[in-house]
Protein backbone atom coordinates (compact mmCIF):
# COMPACT_ATOMS: atom_id res chain seq x y z
CA UNK A 1 0.00 0.00 0.00
CA UNK A 2 1.47 3.51 -0.67
CA UNK A 3 1.95 5.87 1.73
CA UNK A 4 -0.25 9.77 2.17
CA UNK A 5 0.82 12.22 0.29
CA UNK A 6 1.18 13.16 -3.53
CA UNK A 7 0.75 10.09 -4.85
CA UNK A 8 -3.01 9.95 -2.76
CA UNK A 9 -3.87 13.27 -3.92
CA UNK A 10 -7.72 13.65 -5.00
CA UNK A 11 -8.85 12.25 -8.36
CA UNK A 12 -8.58 15.04 -10.83
CA UNK A 13 -11.88 15.88 -12.65
CA UNK A 14 -10.86 14.95 -16.28
CA UNK A 15 -12.62 11.82 -17.31
CA UNK A 16 -9.50 10.73 -19.24
CA UNK A 17 -6.36 10.54 -16.91
CA UNK A 18 -2.66 9.57 -17.79
CA UNK A 19 -2.11 6.77 -15.53
CA UNK A 20 1.27 6.11 -13.17
CA UNK A 21 2.14 3.60 -10.24
CA UNK A 22 2.18 6.58 -8.23
CA UNK A 23 -1.44 8.00 -8.90
CA UNK A 24 -3.16 4.70 -9.29
CA UNK A 25 -4.76 4.69 -5.56
CA UNK A 26 -6.12 7.88 -6.12
CA UNK A 27 -7.08 7.97 -9.88
CA UNK A 28 -8.05 4.35 -10.09
CA UNK A 29 -9.16 2.94 -6.36
CA UNK A 30 -10.58 5.92 -4.07
CA UNK A 31 -12.39 7.35 -7.92
CA UNK A 32 -14.07 4.33 -8.25
CA UNK A 33 -16.02 4.73 -5.36
CA UNK A 34 -17.66 7.71 -7.17
CA UNK A 35 -18.13 6.02 -10.77
CA UNK A 36 -16.60 3.25 -12.50
CA UNK A 37 -12.78 3.42 -14.04
CA UNK A 38 -11.91 1.64 -16.79
CA UNK A 39 -7.82 0.69 -16.56
CA UNK A 40 -6.59 0.71 -20.21
CA UNK A 41 -2.83 -1.46 -20.00
CA UNK A 42 -0.51 0.16 -23.20
CA UNK A 43 2.57 0.33 -24.57
CA UNK A 44 3.27 3.05 -27.40
CA UNK A 45 5.06 -0.17 -29.31
CA UNK A 46 1.66 -2.12 -29.08
CA UNK A 47 -0.27 -1.79 -32.31
CA UNK A 48 -3.77 -3.38 -31.23
CA UNK A 49 -3.04 -0.87 -28.49
CA UNK A 50 -3.11 2.00 -30.48
CA UNK A 51 -6.36 0.45 -32.25
CA UNK A 52 -8.37 0.02 -29.08
CA UNK A 53 -7.58 3.38 -27.26
CA UNK A 54 -9.28 6.02 -29.38
CA UNK A 55 -12.26 3.55 -29.71
CA UNK A 56 -12.40 3.58 -25.60
CA UNK A 57 -12.07 6.88 -25.32
CA UNK A 58 -14.62 7.81 -27.71
CA UNK A 59 -16.70 5.20 -25.49
CA UNK A 60 -16.31 6.96 -22.45
CA UNK A 61 -16.97 10.24 -23.61
CA UNK A 62 -20.52 9.16 -24.40
CA UNK A 63 -21.23 8.67 -21.06
CA UNK A 64 -20.71 12.31 -20.60
CA UNK A 65 -18.74 11.84 -17.35
CA UNK A 66 -20.39 8.63 -15.97
CA UNK A 67 -17.29 6.51 -16.77
CA UNK A 68 -13.34 7.41 -16.38
CA UNK A 69 -10.29 6.00 -17.98
CA UNK A 70 -6.99 5.94 -17.06
CA UNK A 71 -4.31 4.69 -19.21
CA UNK A 72 -1.37 3.23 -17.90
CA UNK A 73 1.75 2.34 -20.21
CA UNK A 74 3.54 -0.41 -18.52
CA UNK A 75 7.05 0.52 -19.79
CA UNK A 76 6.82 3.37 -17.72
CA UNK A 77 4.38 2.17 -14.73
CA UNK A 78 4.75 -1.95 -14.74
CA UNK A 79 4.04 -2.06 -10.79
CA UNK A 80 0.09 -2.64 -10.93
CA UNK A 81 0.48 -4.18 -14.44
CA UNK A 82 2.63 -6.82 -12.40
CA UNK A 83 0.05 -7.19 -9.43
CA UNK A 84 -3.06 -7.40 -11.74
CA UNK A 85 -1.06 -10.40 -13.79
CA UNK A 86 -0.92 -8.20 -17.01
CA UNK A 87 0.84 -10.65 -19.12
CA UNK A 88 -0.01 -8.97 -22.80
CA UNK A 89 -1.40 -6.06 -23.71
CA UNK A 90 -3.42 -4.57 -24.74
CA UNK A 91 -5.34 -5.25 -20.97
CA UNK A 92 -8.19 -3.46 -19.99
CA UNK A 93 -9.67 -3.84 -16.02
CA UNK A 94 -12.60 -1.75 -14.85
CA UNK A 95 -12.95 -0.82 -11.43
CA UNK A 96 -16.21 -0.05 -9.22
CA UNK A 97 -16.63 0.98 -5.72
CA UNK A 98 -12.52 -0.57 -5.31
CA UNK A 99 -13.15 -3.75 -6.85
CA UNK A 100 -12.46 -4.83 -9.92
CA UNK A 101 -15.57 -5.63 -11.84
CA UNK A 102 -14.95 -6.68 -15.53
CA UNK A 103 -12.18 -6.88 -18.30
CA UNK A 104 -10.64 -7.89 -21.36
CA UNK A 105 -7.37 -8.99 -23.02
CA UNK A 106 -7.07 -7.78 -26.54
CA UNK A 107 -8.65 -5.14 -29.12
CA UNK A 108 -12.37 -6.15 -29.70
CA UNK A 109 -14.26 -4.05 -32.06
CA UNK A 110 -15.54 -0.49 -31.42
CA UNK A 111 -19.73 -2.20 -30.80
CA UNK A 112 -18.15 -4.30 -28.54
CA UNK A 113 -16.24 -1.60 -26.37
CA UNK A 114 -19.22 0.59 -26.61
CA UNK A 115 -21.55 -2.15 -24.99
CA UNK A 116 -18.57 -2.87 -22.38
CA UNK A 117 -18.53 0.64 -21.52
CA UNK A 118 -22.35 1.20 -21.70
CA UNK A 119 -22.55 -1.87 -19.04
CA UNK A 120 -20.35 0.20 -16.48
CA UNK A 121 -22.24 3.36 -17.20
CA UNK A 122 -25.60 1.77 -16.13
CA UNK A 123 -23.63 0.83 -12.76
CA UNK A 124 -23.05 4.67 -12.43
CA UNK A 125 -26.58 5.78 -13.37
CA UNK A 126 -27.42 9.14 -13.10
CA UNK A 127 -27.94 9.72 -8.76
CA UNK A 128 -30.12 7.93 -6.84
CA UNK A 129 -32.85 11.03 -7.21
CA UNK A 130 -32.57 10.45 -11.48
CA UNK A 131 -32.60 7.11 -10.97
CA UNK A 132 -35.77 6.90 -9.46
CA UNK A 133 -37.58 8.92 -11.98
CA UNK A 134 -36.45 7.14 -14.56
CA UNK A 135 -37.81 4.02 -12.61
CA UNK A 136 -40.23 5.54 -11.53
CA UNK A 137 -41.31 6.71 -15.61
CA UNK A 138 -40.54 2.93 -16.89
CA UNK A 139 -42.95 1.23 -14.48
CA UNK A 140 -45.64 3.46 -15.65
CA UNK A 141 -45.09 3.02 -19.33
CA UNK A 142 -45.60 -0.73 -18.77
CA UNK A 143 -48.31 -0.22 -16.56
CA UNK A 144 -50.12 1.62 -19.38
CA UNK A 145 -49.18 -0.91 -22.28
CA UNK A 146 -50.19 -3.69 -20.11
CA UNK A 147 -53.77 -2.03 -19.49
CA UNK A 148 -54.03 -1.45 -23.07
CA UNK A 149 -53.27 2.66 -23.18
CA UNK A 150 -50.80 1.52 -25.69
CA UNK A 151 -50.08 4.95 -27.78
CA UNK A 152 -49.82 6.53 -24.18
CA UNK A 153 -47.02 3.83 -22.93
CA UNK A 154 -45.65 4.88 -26.71
CA UNK A 155 -45.58 8.37 -25.48
CA UNK A 156 -43.89 8.01 -22.34
CA UNK A 157 -40.89 5.15 -23.54
CA UNK A 158 -40.12 8.04 -26.45
CA UNK A 159 -39.74 10.89 -23.53
CA UNK A 160 -37.88 8.72 -21.36
CA UNK A 161 -35.26 7.93 -24.47
CA UNK A 162 -35.17 11.64 -25.00
CA UNK A 163 -33.60 11.88 -21.76
CA UNK A 164 -31.67 8.21 -21.99
CA UNK A 165 -30.97 7.61 -25.54
CA UNK A 166 -29.23 4.18 -24.57
CA UNK A 167 -31.92 2.94 -21.94
CA UNK A 168 -31.94 -0.36 -23.48
CA UNK A 169 -35.85 -0.87 -21.83
CA UNK A 170 -37.50 1.78 -23.08
CA UNK A 171 -36.14 0.83 -26.87
CA UNK A 172 -37.86 -2.31 -26.15
CA UNK A 173 -40.89 -0.74 -24.80
CA UNK A 174 -41.52 1.76 -27.47
CA UNK A 175 -40.78 -1.49 -30.03
CA UNK A 176 -43.92 -3.56 -28.30
CA UNK A 177 -45.60 -0.68 -28.23
CA UNK A 178 -45.45 -0.66 -31.78
CA UNK A 179 -46.02 -4.72 -32.05
CA UNK A 180 -49.06 -4.20 -29.85
CA UNK A 181 -50.73 -1.41 -32.59
CA UNK A 182 -50.20 -3.92 -35.66
CA UNK A 183 -47.19 -1.62 -36.81
CA UNK A 184 -44.74 -4.09 -37.27
CA UNK A 185 -42.84 -2.04 -39.96
CA UNK A 186 -42.12 0.54 -37.35
CA UNK A 187 -41.63 -1.69 -34.94
CA UNK A 188 -38.12 -2.85 -37.11
CA UNK A 189 -37.02 0.59 -37.97
CA UNK A 190 -37.19 1.30 -34.38
CA UNK A 191 -35.61 -1.75 -33.81
CA UNK A 192 -32.92 -1.02 -36.38
CA UNK A 193 -32.59 1.96 -35.09
CA UNK A 194 -31.83 0.95 -31.71
CA UNK A 195 -27.73 1.97 -30.43
CA UNK A 196 -25.43 -0.53 -31.32
CA UNK A 197 -24.33 -0.27 -27.25
CA UNK A 198 -27.34 -2.09 -26.41
CA UNK A 199 -28.47 -4.42 -29.37
CA UNK A 200 -27.41 -7.62 -27.07
CA UNK A 201 -29.69 -5.90 -24.10
CA UNK A 202 -32.17 -8.92 -22.79
CA UNK A 203 -34.56 -6.31 -23.76
CA UNK A 204 -33.68 -5.31 -27.63
CA UNK A 205 -33.45 -9.53 -27.50
CA UNK A 206 -36.90 -9.99 -26.26
CA UNK A 207 -38.35 -7.26 -29.01
CA UNK A 208 -36.81 -8.63 -31.97
CA UNK A 209 -37.86 -11.83 -30.53
CA UNK A 210 -41.90 -10.32 -30.77
CA UNK A 211 -41.32 -8.71 -34.21
CA UNK A 212 -40.29 -12.28 -35.40
CA UNK A 213 -43.49 -13.57 -33.57
CA UNK A 214 -45.71 -10.89 -35.09
CA UNK A 215 -44.84 -11.42 -38.91
CA UNK A 216 -45.62 -14.91 -38.40
CA UNK A 217 -48.49 -14.21 -36.76
CA UNK A 218 -49.42 -12.11 -40.29
CA UNK A 219 -49.60 -15.72 -42.13
CA UNK A 220 -50.91 -17.54 -39.41
CA UNK A 221 -53.95 -19.82 -40.51
CA UNK A 222 -57.69 -20.71 -38.88
CA UNK A 223 -56.82 -22.51 -35.35
CA UNK A 224 -59.91 -24.72 -36.17
CA UNK A 225 -58.93 -26.25 -39.35
CA UNK A 226 -55.24 -26.74 -38.25
CA UNK A 227 -56.15 -28.37 -35.46
CA UNK A 228 -58.34 -30.74 -37.24
CA UNK A 229 -55.59 -31.19 -39.86
CA UNK A 230 -53.09 -33.01 -37.02
CA UNK A 231 -55.64 -34.55 -34.99
CA UNK A 232 -56.19 -36.66 -38.62
CA UNK A 233 -52.41 -37.24 -39.09
CA UNK A 234 -50.24 -36.78 -35.89
CA UNK A 235 -47.37 -37.33 -38.18
CA UNK A 236 -47.79 -34.18 -40.07
CA UNK A 237 -45.02 -31.85 -38.88
CA UNK A 238 -45.81 -28.91 -41.11
CA UNK A 239 -49.48 -29.12 -39.71
CA UNK A 240 -48.67 -29.21 -36.43
CA UNK A 241 -45.62 -26.50 -36.28
CA UNK A 242 -48.31 -24.05 -38.36
CA UNK A 243 -51.04 -24.70 -35.67
CA UNK A 244 -48.59 -23.53 -32.70
CA UNK A 245 -48.36 -20.27 -34.66
CA UNK A 246 -51.66 -19.90 -35.21
CA UNK A 247 -51.92 -20.57 -31.24
CA UNK A 248 -49.28 -18.39 -30.27
CA UNK A 249 -51.00 -15.16 -32.50
CA UNK A 250 -54.29 -16.09 -30.94
CA UNK A 251 -52.98 -15.42 -27.54
CA UNK A 252 -52.92 -19.36 -26.35
CA UNK A 253 -49.23 -18.93 -25.53
CA UNK A 254 -49.19 -22.67 -23.53
CA UNK A 255 -50.84 -24.52 -26.05
CA UNK A 256 -48.52 -23.49 -28.62
CA UNK A 257 -45.15 -24.36 -26.45
CA UNK A 258 -47.38 -28.04 -25.87
CA UNK A 259 -47.33 -28.17 -29.71
CA UNK A 260 -43.82 -27.58 -30.17
CA UNK A 261 -42.32 -29.79 -27.47
CA UNK A 262 -44.66 -32.76 -28.95
CA UNK A 263 -43.17 -31.77 -32.15
CA UNK A 264 -39.68 -31.71 -30.60
CA UNK A 265 -40.58 -34.88 -29.43
CA UNK A 266 -41.49 -36.51 -32.42
CA UNK A 267 -39.06 -35.28 -34.59
CA UNK A 268 -36.30 -32.93 -32.93
CA UNK A 269 -34.37 -32.40 -36.56
CA UNK A 270 -37.19 -31.65 -38.65
CA UNK A 271 -36.40 -28.81 -41.00
CA UNK A 272 -33.39 -28.42 -39.32
CA UNK A 273 -34.78 -28.38 -35.61
CA UNK A 274 -37.83 -25.99 -35.82
CA UNK A 275 -39.28 -26.75 -33.22
CA UNK A 276 -36.72 -25.74 -30.84
CA UNK A 277 -36.02 -22.50 -32.88
CA UNK A 278 -39.39 -21.59 -32.50
CA UNK A 279 -39.67 -22.51 -28.81
CA UNK A 280 -36.86 -20.16 -28.13
CA UNK A 281 -38.49 -17.69 -29.72
CA UNK A 282 -41.22 -17.68 -27.72
CA UNK A 283 -39.20 -18.37 -24.58
CA UNK A 284 -36.93 -15.11 -25.53
CA UNK A 285 -40.35 -13.01 -26.24
CA UNK A 286 -41.37 -13.35 -22.69
CA UNK A 287 -40.02 -12.51 -19.72
CA UNK A 288 -37.73 -15.10 -17.76
CA UNK A 289 -39.58 -15.59 -15.14
CA UNK A 290 -43.06 -16.25 -17.00
CA UNK A 291 -44.77 -19.54 -15.68
CA UNK A 292 -44.22 -20.93 -19.25
CA UNK A 293 -41.09 -20.28 -19.94
CA UNK A 294 -39.83 -21.48 -16.50
CA UNK A 295 -41.60 -24.63 -17.49
CA UNK A 296 -41.37 -25.01 -20.94
CA UNK A 297 -37.47 -24.72 -20.79
CA UNK A 298 -37.90 -27.62 -17.96
CA UNK A 299 -39.76 -29.63 -20.44
CA UNK A 300 -37.63 -29.26 -23.11
CA UNK A 301 -34.30 -29.63 -21.68
CA UNK A 302 -35.82 -33.00 -19.77
CA UNK A 303 -35.82 -34.08 -23.49
CA UNK A 304 -32.90 -32.70 -24.66
CA UNK A 305 -30.86 -34.82 -22.40
CA UNK A 306 -33.21 -37.92 -22.03
Not at 98 to 122: M, W
Not at 182 to 202: K, M, T
Request: with cysteine.
Amino acid sequence: MLGMGDSQKPATDSVVVEGTDENFIAEVIEASQQQPVIVDFWATWCGPCRQLGPAIEAAVAKTKGKVKLVKIDVDKHPGYAGQLRVQSIPTVYAFFQGQPVDGFQGALPPSQVDEFVSKLAAMAGDGAEDDGGLEEALAAAEQMLEQGAVTDAAETFSAILGEAPENAAAYGGLIRCHVALGQIDQAEAVLNGAPAAIHAAPEIEAARAQIALARQAENAGPVADLRAKVEADPTDHQARLDLATALHASGQTQEAVDQLLELFRRDREWNDGAAKTQLLTIFEALSPKDPVVLTGRRRLSSMIFA
